[in-house]
């Protein structure tokens, strides 16, 4: 398994790692990711180790915290071995006090103490902000970010959803007062849905902030099942999370399995495999995020890992996938002359 350096900072991490939302299952939205009890997560685990891939991604939301403590569960006795990636800032189902959301101080500390115990440790790898609290001031977050690592219960901290603007207000808070930086960006990204490359990639590139990829299958439209003059599957994950998902016009789909489907055939590959691997050479991803609702679903996804495509098959599915993008990015890529990253194909910016 190959690794990678998060963002600008010494961990290195695999570039598939596994997420955990399928842990639990304690409510319908989660149901249908998966529902897996603390053996069969504790067999996914030991399959991930055997394969190199020893970094696990949660959230204290997923059903409920009940993932965190399957994963505990299912790690323990290995702790040294793993590195865990968990997230506070939304609310619990079951908490509705005014403070129990957010990224404030008071509830900052309180959710990162509840997932250590529900973790069964004593440090958490990779600390995420799962989304941007715009009512708390970012010197407040940072500070208290900070203050977790220098106690130890944080390693690394990152943050997911953010906009451009978002990270790079927070960064400068951070630079200004000597904070401990966000060093990764949990972001939603795949052949289907490219905006991350319109600002996130360029400022992750210049900032030093590492990728990590969420729903990398686009929202399950990318497993292969769905293609152009065929039925949709009677049941799927997105009959009952399509609605709280980004959506995608049915043509764009379709134009971009068309090509994946000629690469996957080509390559004697599946197209979830193909999938992943193309987002394996974008600039600045550091670790592609899979899930598996089960062992064979799982050992399909470790193999988009120790090949890669050509450039060729690469510059197919881009061209495939592409779209013009909002305001100001189209004018801005007519800007060549000194604007070159923001013309240039992610395929020939510098991964990094």
């Given at each position: 398994?190959?690794?990678?350096?998060?963002?600008?900072?010494?961990?290195?991490?695999?570039?598939l790692?596994?997420?955990?939302?399928?842990?639990?299952?304690?409510?319908?939205?989660?149901?249908?990711?998966?529902?897996?009890?603390?053996?069969?997560?504790?067999?996914?685990?030991?399959v991930?180790?055997?394969?190199?891939?020893?970094?696990f991604?949660?959230?204290?939301?997923?059903?409920?915290?009940?993932?965190?403590?399957?994963?505990?569960?299912?790690i323990?006795?290995?702790?040294?071995?793993?590195?865990?990636s968990?997230?506070?800032?939304?609310?619990?189902?079951?908490?509705s006090?005014?403070?129990?959301?957010?990224?404030?101080?008071?509830?900052?500390i309180?959710?990162?103490?509840a997932?250590?115990?529900?973790?069964?440790?004593?440090y958490?790898?990779?600390?995420h902000?799962?989304?941007?609290?715009?009512?708390?001031?970012?010197?407040?977050?940072?500070?208290?970010?900070?203050?977790?690592?220098?106690?130890?219960?944080?390693?690394y901290?990152?943050c997911?959803n953010?906009?451009?603007?978002?990270?790079?207000?927070?960064?400068?808070?951070?630079?200004?007062?000597?904070?401990?930086?966000?060093?990764g960006?949990?972001?939603?990204?795949?052949l289907?849905?490219?905006?991350?490359?319109?600002?996130?990639?360029?400022?992750?590139?210049?900032?030093?902030?590492?990728?990590?990829?969420?729903s990398?299958?686009?929202?399950?439209r990318?497993?292969?099942?769905?293609r152009?003059?065929q039925?949709?599957?009677?049941?799927?994950?997105l009959h009952k999370?399509?609605e709280?998902?980004?959506q995608?016009?049915?043509?764009h789909?379709?134009?971009?399995?068309d090509?994946l489907?000629e690469?996957?055939?080509?390559?004697?590959?599946?197209?979830?495999?193909?999938?992943?691997?193309?987002?394996?050479?974008?600039?600045?991803?550091?670790?592609?995020?899979i899930?598996?609702?089960?062992e064979?679903q799982?050992?399909?996804?470790?193999?988009?890992?120790g090949?890669?495509?050509?450039?060729?098959?690469?510059?197919?599915?881009?061209?495939?996938?592409?779209?013009t993008?909002?305001?100001?990015?189209?004018?801005?890529?007519?800007?060549?002359?000194?604007?070159?990253?923001?013309?240039?194909?992610?395929?020939?910016?510098?991964?990094?």
């Open positions: 398994m190959e690794f990678r350096q998060l963002g600008r900072s010494g961990l290195k991490v695999p570039v790692s596994f997420g955990t939302g399928t842990f639990g299952g304690s409510n319908e939205f989660f149901r249908a990711w998966g529902a897996s009890d603390v053996n069969e997560a504790t067999r996914l685990v030991d991930c180790l055997e394969a190199g891939v020893n970094l991604d949660t959230a204290d939301v997923y059903s409920d915290g009940l993932s965190e403590t399957i994963l505990g569960k299912a323990a006795g290995r702790r040294e071995q793993v590195l865990i968990t997230k506070a800032t939304f609310r619990m189902s079951t908490a006090g005014p403070n129990d959301l957010g990224s404030s101080r008071h509830h900052l309180q959710a990162c103490d997932s250590l115990r529900r973790l069964g440790t004593d958490i790898d990779i600390y902000m799962h989304g941007y609290d715009a009512l708390t001031p970012p010197e407040e977050v940072l500070s208290t970010l900070d203050n977790l690592v220098t106690s130890g219960k944080v390693r901290v990152a997911s953010f906009s451009g603007w978002h990270l790079m207000k927070s960064l400068d808070v951070s630079d200004r007062y000597g904070w401990t930086r966000y060093v960006h949990q972001v939603y990204y795949s289907i849905s490219r905006e991350y490359e319109w600002e996130l990639m360029p400022l992750g590139k210049d900032q030093g902030v590492g990728a990590l990829v969420w990398p299958l686009g929202w399950g990318l497993t292969g099942k769905i152009r003059g039925a949709l599957p009677v049941e799927s994950r999370t399509a709280q998902g980004p995608v016009p049915l043509e789909l379709y134009k971009v399995v090509a489907d690469v996957a055939k080509d390559r004697g590959k599946s197209v979830p495999q193909v999938s992943l691997n193309w987002l394996l050479q974008r600039p600045t991803v550091a670790t592609v995020i899930g598996a609702r089960n064979e799982l050992r399909q996804n470790l193999g988009a890992a090949w890669s495509l050509t450039p060729e098959q690469i510059a197919k599915l881009d061209r495939a996938s592409e779209v993008p909002i305001y100001p990015y189209w004018h801005q890529r007519q800007f060549v002359e000194r604007n070159p990253a923001a013309a240039t194909p992610a395929s020939e910016v510098f991964r990094g």
